[in-house]
């Protein structure tokens, strides 16, 4: 089936398998706009959060989904058309559905969790952070809890549905933090606490003098710094368990500086290769411009999964973390 066609048909048996549950489906195309405010902020909100901009025209297709809320409001749901040909291409018309199931249960489950979102105590143990591109996101962070490092943040998330593939959240707004009773700093020290348990790290030594060069050759969990020190052009691959925010993992508590003893009390450079994953490398033995362009080359082709462009520093004598200015 080509795209056209699976355009048309998607909504038709959207509208039947859901039209009767109340669900109200609406297929936005590529170049729509709209006097309608609601309807506009909708394809302000859409832009922001695929293509980092919020223009009044839509840059993709993509289907709304909506429905009055039990108690009030309207709950919504959001799909990339393209996104779902594809799956439909992969495993058929069941694989559809079961995308938009999950995210009707997703926001189900948002609608209920964010009853209690001024109460810390019932919701400590569900706020987490992601790795974010400022630049990309800075519009949507306004009005929310967030570090900033460089060109990259790690924001304040809370968890509202994560099965063994899928994870459901939401930035929580600052106004929201500040009934907390606690610093902002506090709730962002917490959930990254929190995600070092939900995602725990995992640390892969190689050798290669570039980062596309890198083949795994140990598996090293966990990682005892007292017994894997590392050679010469050693370096370090990190993530977390299923990828999630892996380039968070460099801000769990501890590990920057077990880092920095594994490489023998050197300074070295960090390259977040994607909001999954990131690269460690002994300064002494890399030259930070070949690390540089190997970075760009990495995010021109996979800018899906850029989240930084800039090569850091981590300056162990002063436990920090900085750009490299590159002449």
Same mark, same amino acid.
């Given at each position: 089936?080509?795209?056209?066609?699976? /355009?048309?048909?998607?909504?038709?048996?959207?509208?039947?398998?859901?039209?009767?549950? #109340?669900?109200?489906?609406?297929?936005?195309?590529?170049?729509?706009?709209? /006097?309608?405010?609601?309807?506009?902020?909708?394809?302000?909100?859409?832009?922001?959060?695929?293509?980092?901009?919020?223009?009044?025209?839509?840059?993709?297709?993509?289907?709304?989904?909506?429905?009055?809320?039990?108690?009030?409001?309207?709950?919504?749901?959001?799909?990339?058309?393209?996104?779902?040909?594809?799956?439909?291409?992969?495993?058929?018309?069941?694989?559809?559905? #079961?995308?938009?199931?999950?995210?009707?249960?997703?926001?189900?489950? +948002?609608?209920?969790?964010?009853?209690?979102?001024?109460?810390?105590?019932?919701?400590?143990?569900?706020?987490?952070?992601?790795?974010?591109?400022?630049?990309?996101?800075?519009?949507?962070?306004?009005?929310?809890?967030?570090?900033?490092?460089?060109?990259?943040?790690?924001?304040?998330?809370?968890?509202?549905?994560?099965?063994?593939?899928?994870?459901?959240?939401?930035?929580?707004?600052?106004?929201?933090?500040?009934?907390?009773?606690?610093?902002?700093?506090?709730?962002?020290?917490?959930?990254?606490?929190?995600?070092?348990?939900?995602?725990?790290?995992?640390?892969?030594?190689?050798?290669?003098? *570039?980062? @596309?060069?890198?083949?795994?050759?140990?598996?090293?969990?966990?990682?005892?710094? @007292?017994?894997?020190?590392?050679? @010469? /052009?050693?370096?370090?691959?990190?993530?977390?368990?299923?990828?999630?925010?892996?380039? +968070?993992?460099?801000?769990?508590?501890? *590990?920057?500086?077990?880092?920095?003893?594994?490489?023998?009390? @050197?300074?070295?450079?960090?390259?977040?290769? +994607?909001?999954?994953?990131?690269?460690?490398?002994?300064?002494?033995?890399?030259?930070?411009?070949? *690390?540089?362009?190997? *970075?760009?080359?990495?995010?021109?082709?996979?800018?899906?999964?850029?989240?930084?462009?800039?090569?850091?520093?981590?300056?162990?004598?002063?436990?920090?973390?900085?750009?490299?200015?590159?002449?």
């Amino acid at each position: 089936m080509i795209y056209v066609d699976f /355009m048309n048909e998607v909504l038709d048996k959207l509208n039947k398998r859901y039209g009767c549950n #109340n669900w109200s489906i609406k297929l936005y195309r590529e170049g729509d706009t709209s /006097m309608d405010v609601l309807e506009l902020e909708f394809i302000h909100q859409t832009n922001m959060k695929y293509y980092g901009h919020s223009k009044d025209i839509l840059d993709g297709d993509f289907i709304k989904m909506t429905k009055d809320s039990v108690g009030g409001g309207i709950l919504i749901c959001r799909f990339e058309v393209k996104y779902l040909y594809d799956e439909f291409n992969n495993k058929g018309w069941n694989q559809v559905f #079961n995308i938009v199931d999950y995210n009707i249960k997703g926001i189900d489950k +948002a609608r209920i969790g964010t009853r209690n979102i001024d109460n810390y105590d019932e919701i400590s143990n569900l706020i987490f952070v992601r790795p974010l591109n400022y630049e990309e996101n800075k519009e949507s962070l306004q009005g929310h809890v967030y570090r900033r490092i460089g060109d990259i943040v790690i924001a304040l998330y809370m968890r509202v549905f994560e099965d063994k593939d899928n994870l459901t959240s939401f930035k929580i707004p600052k106004a929201d933090v500040d009934k907390w009773g606690i610093s902002e700093d506090q709730a962002l020290d917490r959930a990254i606490q929190n995600s070092s348990v939900l995602y725990p790290a995992e640390i892969y030594i190689s050798s290669g003098k *570039l980062v @596309e060069d890198v083949v795994v050759n140990i598996f090293v969990r966990p990682f005892d710094v @007292e017994k894997d020190i590392l050679e @010469e /052009m050693d370096t370090l691959m990190c993530t977390s368990i299923k990828g999630i925010n892996g380039a +968070a993992v460099f801000f769990y508590p501890g *590990l920057k500086e077990k880092f920095y003893r594994a490489f023998g009390n @050197e300074d070295y450079f960090v390259v977040f290769t +994607a909001t999954s994953e990131f690269h460690l490398h002994r300064c002494s033995d890399y030259d930070p411009g070949k *690390l540089l362009q190997t *970075l760009r080359n990495s995010n021109k082709q996979f800018p899906e999964e850029k989240l930084s462009d800039i090569i850091y520093r981590y300056y162990g004598d002063k436990n920090e973390l900085l750009p490299v200015e590159q002449g």
